[in-house]
Protein backbone atom coordinates (compact mmCIF):
# COMPACT_ATOMS: atom_id res chain seq x y z
CA UNK A 1 0.00 0.00 0.00
CA UNK A 2 1.33 3.34 -0.58
CA UNK A 3 1.53 5.80 1.90
CA UNK A 4 -0.92 8.21 0.44
CA UNK A 5 -3.37 5.33 0.14
CA UNK A 6 -2.39 4.42 4.12
CA UNK A 7 -3.39 8.42 4.96
CA UNK A 8 -6.74 8.26 3.00
CA UNK A 9 -7.22 4.87 5.08
CA UNK A 10 -6.08 6.32 8.12
CA UNK A 11 -8.28 9.57 7.73
CA UNK A 12 -11.39 7.96 6.54
CA UNK A 13 -11.25 5.27 9.77
CA UNK A 14 -11.18 8.49 12.50
CA UNK A 15 -13.84 10.16 10.57
CA UNK A 16 -16.24 7.17 11.04
CA UNK A 17 -14.50 6.48 14.48
CA UNK A 18 -15.75 10.23 15.54
CA UNK A 19 -18.77 9.67 13.76
CA UNK A 20 -19.98 6.69 15.53
CA UNK A 21 -18.59 8.07 18.64
CA UNK A 22 -20.87 11.49 18.62
CA UNK A 23 -23.62 9.07 17.19
CA UNK A 24 -23.61 7.49 20.78
CA UNK A 25 -22.95 10.65 22.97
CA UNK A 26 -25.94 12.22 21.31
CA UNK A 27 -28.26 8.98 21.92
CA UNK A 28 -26.87 9.00 25.77
CA UNK A 29 -28.20 12.60 25.85
CA UNK A 30 -31.80 12.26 24.18
CA UNK A 31 -32.55 8.88 26.19
CA UNK A 32 -31.70 10.87 29.47
CA UNK A 33 -33.30 14.27 28.40
CA UNK A 34 -36.01 14.97 30.60
CA UNK A 35 -38.91 17.75 29.42
CA UNK A 36 -40.98 20.07 31.96
CA UNK A 37 -44.38 20.69 31.67
CA UNK A 38 -46.59 23.53 33.23
CA UNK A 39 -50.21 21.99 34.85
CA UNK A 40 -51.86 23.80 31.75
CA UNK A 41 -49.95 22.19 29.33
CA UNK A 42 -50.48 18.48 30.92
CA UNK A 43 -54.24 19.74 30.94
CA UNK A 44 -54.22 20.32 27.10
CA UNK A 45 -53.10 16.68 26.88
CA UNK A 46 -49.53 18.21 25.57
CA UNK A 47 -47.57 16.28 28.03
CA UNK A 48 -46.42 12.47 27.17
CA UNK A 49 -48.31 9.56 28.74
CA UNK A 50 -46.35 6.54 30.45
CA UNK A 51 -42.76 8.72 29.54
CA UNK A 52 -40.88 10.39 32.68
CA UNK A 53 -41.19 14.55 32.21
CA UNK A 54 -40.91 17.25 35.09
CA UNK A 55 -44.23 19.04 36.26
CA UNK A 56 -43.42 22.72 38.05
CA UNK A 57 -45.74 25.02 39.75
CA UNK A 58 -47.40 26.11 43.14
CA UNK A 59 -48.49 23.46 45.69
CA UNK A 60 -52.21 24.43 45.88
CA UNK A 61 -53.68 25.21 49.44
CA UNK A 62 -55.48 22.78 51.49
CA UNK A 63 -54.67 20.37 48.75
CA UNK A 64 -51.65 17.96 50.94
CA UNK A 65 -53.56 14.50 51.92
CA UNK A 66 -51.68 11.78 53.70
CA UNK A 67 -52.53 8.49 53.16
CA UNK A 68 -52.67 7.00 56.57
CA UNK A 69 -49.43 6.51 58.12
CA UNK A 70 -47.86 4.98 54.82
CA UNK A 71 -45.41 7.51 53.35
CA UNK A 72 -47.68 8.31 50.21
CA UNK A 73 -48.85 11.73 49.80
CA UNK A 74 -50.97 13.68 47.42
CA UNK A 75 -51.11 17.22 46.35
CA UNK A 76 -52.32 19.45 43.42
CA UNK A 77 -49.75 21.14 41.66
CA UNK A 78 -51.44 24.21 40.11
CA UNK A 79 -49.97 27.23 37.79
CA UNK A 80 -53.00 29.36 38.77
CA UNK A 81 -55.11 28.34 35.43
CA UNK A 82 -54.71 24.37 36.05
CA UNK A 83 -53.77 21.97 38.80
CA UNK A 84 -52.83 19.11 38.45
CA UNK A 85 -53.07 15.57 41.12
CA UNK A 86 -49.51 14.60 41.71
CA UNK A 87 -48.79 10.83 44.45
CA UNK A 88 -45.75 10.77 45.41
CA UNK A 89 -44.21 7.75 47.78
CA UNK A 90 -41.31 8.85 50.08
CA UNK A 91 -39.98 11.43 51.84
CA UNK A 92 -41.17 14.97 51.25
CA UNK A 93 -38.10 17.92 51.17
CA UNK A 94 -38.09 20.08 54.46
CA UNK A 95 -39.20 23.38 52.38
CA UNK A 96 -42.39 21.17 50.48
CA UNK A 97 -45.26 23.55 51.93
CA UNK A 98 -48.70 24.71 50.62
CA UNK A 99 -48.70 27.89 48.13
CA UNK A 100 -45.36 27.22 47.72
CA UNK A 101 -42.88 26.53 44.57
CA UNK A 102 -42.14 22.52 43.23
CA UNK A 103 -40.71 20.91 40.99
CA UNK A 104 -41.92 16.92 40.54
CA UNK A 105 -40.46 14.40 38.34
CA UNK A 106 -42.83 11.23 37.30
CA UNK A 107 -45.00 10.00 34.56
CA UNK A 108 -48.61 10.62 34.29
CA UNK A 109 -51.20 7.98 33.77
CA UNK A 110 -54.02 7.42 31.43
CA UNK A 111 -56.43 9.14 34.54
CA UNK A 112 -54.60 11.64 33.80
CA UNK A 113 -53.00 11.22 37.88
CA UNK A 114 -49.20 12.37 37.89
CA UNK A 115 -47.39 9.78 39.38
CA UNK A 116 -44.01 11.20 40.97
CA UNK A 117 -40.90 9.73 41.29
CA UNK A 118 -38.36 13.00 42.58
CA UNK A 119 -40.12 15.89 44.19
CA UNK A 120 -38.23 19.00 45.00
CA UNK A 121 -39.16 22.19 46.87
CA UNK A 122 -37.49 25.47 46.33
CA UNK A 123 -34.47 26.47 48.59
CA UNK A 124 -34.99 30.25 49.42
CA UNK A 125 -37.89 32.80 48.92
CA UNK A 126 -36.80 34.09 45.69
CA UNK A 127 -35.71 31.28 43.70
CA UNK A 128 -38.49 29.12 41.46
CA UNK A 129 -36.70 26.91 38.52
CA UNK A 130 -37.29 29.29 35.18
CA UNK A 131 -39.31 27.12 33.71
CA UNK A 132 -41.86 27.41 36.44
CA UNK A 133 -41.75 30.62 36.70
CA UNK A 134 -42.35 31.14 33.08
CA UNK A 135 -45.30 28.49 33.14
CA UNK A 136 -46.84 30.60 35.90
CA UNK A 137 -46.26 34.03 34.03
CA UNK A 138 -47.87 32.33 30.77
CA UNK A 139 -50.95 30.71 32.95
CA UNK A 140 -51.75 34.21 34.53
CA UNK A 141 -51.24 36.31 30.94
CA UNK A 142 -53.93 33.72 29.83
CA UNK A 143 -56.44 33.83 32.54
CA UNK A 144 -56.39 37.66 32.30
CA UNK A 145 -57.32 37.84 28.51
CA UNK A 146 -59.98 34.83 29.57
CA UNK A 147 -61.30 37.29 31.85
CA UNK A 148 -61.21 40.53 29.82
CA UNK A 149 -63.19 39.01 26.76
Given amino acids: MKPRHKKIAIIASSVTALTVA ?3 VLNVFQSNLVFFFSPSQIAANEAPVGKSFRI ?4 EEGSLKRQ ?6 S ?10 Q ?6 LPDLFKE ?11 ND ?17 PPEAASALEQAAKAQKTTLTQ
Fill in 99 to 109: GKGVVAQGKIS
Fill in 56 to 59: GGIV
Fill in 86 to 91: VVYTGI
Fill in 22 to 24: AIL
Fill in 112 to 128: GVFYADEVLAKHDENYM
Fill in 75 to 84: FAVTDTAEAI
Fill in 68 to 73: GNSTTV
